[in-house]
């Protein structure tokens, strides 16, 4: 049996260098009686260093990387030389790879960007040398700091992949099919459950030159959560995916029931997935008439829905406006709200300009009228009273 170039998962023994001793050198040379100490510093030890790698797409190449060793740093010398530091290992990985540590399980770190760097383990500081201790009472110390020791770890590194859209559905449901008719994506396809076996990516093209990332995973069935099928393994190359893409086929006994089921399977992995925005295709939709279509949208869940057929492209653009309309209502939500700040902000600003003009010495902050907790802070120096609502006229120090 052939075996699987998608690897996202990976154990690796990590070292960092050790520091170097300093020296206790002591000076010698012809007419310096009394040279003194002269010992140089340690040099520092290796760092072991993730560094993101947009040209890989799996852990594939660690796979029989099984340790990873940084150099150690160099001894000081004699004339105060320091030793060298020792080379720091580079680790490349693809973007959206997860470190934790193997013994406990902690997260140590994420890599989510090109050329991103994180020092997952610090090489060892080198010693310092003998001339650092010299004082004038100890003016001959033959002592030095040994280098800081290695720091060793098994770390477990997970892939997920960064993606726009995930599709997920039981198996058969036409997720590949349907990666492999919008975008240039060769996924494996045939008539039997399971047919893909790893997570695959596409880069689907919209309108205007734009496009977005979808990532299709292996089959989910009812049970998954408890290891039946291909379990859950898969379900964190979704974790990261802006928007999910429910696939359910247009034969199904009852679509609002598997999705239900997918509902279930996906909050048992992880609650947070819940929180995501969400579309449903109803996929084979090639063999339904429009009263067909118009009966099965009454019983559909309610978030938005398109019927499909990757066969005869049906709905395939419709599909692709409302994938991308999802993908940017969040970001527009979020400028709107900015621009609305900002106004605010700039009328306020007005405000306070208008008032100093006028010999006005008034300090406030600004805070945003949603907020319950609603402060002014005035300044101490400023005179003010209060006066009833009911005063025609108040003469408050405003002329």
């Not at 995973?217 to 959560?225: F, L, N, R, T, V």
Request: include cysteine.
């Amino acid at each position: 049996m052939a075996e699987s170039n998608f690897v996202d998962y990976v154990k690796i023994y990590c070292r960092s260098g050790k520091g170097g001793r300093g020296s206790a050198h002591m000076r010698r040379a012809k007419y310096v009686p009394n040279g003194g100490p002269d010992g140089g510093d340690g040099g520092r030890g290796g760092h072991i260093i993730l560094k993101g790698n947009r040209n890989y797409w799996t852990l594939l190449h660690l796979r029989y990387q099984r340790h990873v060793f940084a150099e150690n740093g160099g001894n000081g010398g004699a004339n105060r030389s320091f030793g060298k530091d020792g080379e720091d290992k580079y680790i490349e990985v693809p973007c959206g790879t997860v470190v934790y540590n193997a013994e406990t399980g902690e997260y140590l770190c994420d890599v989510t960007e090109h050329d991103q760097e994180v020092i997952l383990l610090k090489g060892g500081r080198g010693g310092l040398g003998n001339w650092h201790f010299k004082t004038p009472t100890r003016q001959a110390p033959r002592f030095a700091q040994p280098g800081e020791p290695m720091i060793e770890m098994s770390v477990i590194m997970e892939l997920k992949l960064l993606a726009d859209v995930g599709l997920v559905g039981f198996p058969n449901a036409g997720k590949s099919t349907l990666l492999s008719t919008i975008s240039a994506a060769k996924p494996k396809i045939a008539d039997y459950p399971f047919t893909t076996l790893e997570p695959n990516l596409g880069i689907v093209p919209y309108r205007d030159n734009k496009s977005f990332v979808m990532a299709d995973i292996p089959g989910i069935i009812e049970g998954a959560s408890e290891g039946k099928g291909l379990g859950l393994r898969f379900l964190r190359h979704i974790e990261r995916n802006s928007l999910l893409l429910f696939m359910i086929p247009a034969d199904s006994d009852d679509i609002m029931k598997e999705y239900n089921i997918l509902m279930g399977e996906i909050t048992n992995f992880n609650p947070e997935l819940l929180d995501k925005r969400r579309v449903l295709a109803i996929t084979k939709s090639d063999m339904l008439d429009d009263e067909l279509i118009a009966e099965m949208e009454e019983t559909l869940p309610d978030i938005p829905h398109v019927f499909i057929s990757s066969f005869s492209n049906l709905g395939i653009q419709q599909l692709k406006d409302l994938l991308w309309k999802e993908l940017n209502e969040e970001s527009n939500k979020l400028a709107s709200s900015i621009d609305s700040i900002v106004h605010r902000h700039k009328d306020m600003t007005r405000i306070q300009e208008e008032l100093e003009e006028e010999g006005e010495d008034l300090d406030f902050e600004y805070v945003d009228e949603d907020d319950e907790d609603l402060e002014m802070d005035w300044d101490e120096d400023m005179d003010y009273e209060y006066l009833d609502d009911e005063e025609e006229s108040a003469d408050d120090g405003r002329q």
